[in-house]
């Protein structure tokens, strides 16, 4: 076994992630029903972007249309070193997902008013992953009220240091 490698309960090895991106505005703006995990096609000079740490998630989202998931507004800096073959920042990137996932999702997006938020980008080996959330739109008095949440709990944990 690896060294980076970790073993789960259930005894499948598990690889290390290395984080690229952080959506930390879609825990504000939203409230996270489920976590999916899916793969993202993506070409070779994004790949290198993604090895520097260049990417944003803070505008994106995902959609399903024809019966496949895809990304829309994923910012991946242009490669400083590619030539004629760079990509484009916001192009959209399909998501791998299972069929019976695909179907799943659809079913709980067309109920209710429910959107495919990414909140993270990463490295799972030598493959990158988003991670996805099934996510419901907070009001702004549920923003504020989250807030203060938060405040309470550093305010606690500064007394019990």
């Known amino acids: 076994m690896k060294e980076n490698d970790k073993t789960g309960s259930e005894g499948v090895t598990k690889r290390k992630e290395t984080i ?5 505005k879609a825990y504000h703006d939203f409230e996270i029903l ?3 995990e899916a793969g993202i096609v993506l070409k070779g000079t994004e790949v290198k972007s993604l090895r520097d740490h260049k990417a944003s998630l803070v505008d994106a989202y995902a959609r399903v249309k024809q ?10 800096a242009i490669y400083k070193l590619g030539t004629f073959t760079n990509h484009e920042p916001t192009s959209t990137r399909k998501l791998l997902f299972k069929k019976s996932e695909i179907r799943k999702l659809e079913n709980k997006l067309k109920d209710r008013s429910l959107t495919l938020v990414p909140l993270k980008m990463y490295f799972q080996g030598p493959y990158v992953k988003v991670e996805l959330g099934l996510a419901k739109g907070k009001k702004q ?8 949440k938060a405040d309470v709990q550093r305010k606690l944990k500064r ?3």
């Open 141 to 148: 008095y549920d923003k504020r009220e989250s807030i203060k």
């Open 67 to 76: 019966k496949e998931v895809w990304l829309y507004n994923a910012n991946i």
């Open 34 to 36: 489920s976590k999916h």
């Open 159 to 161: 007394v019990k240091i």
């Open 20 to 24: 690229i991106a952080l959506n930390k």
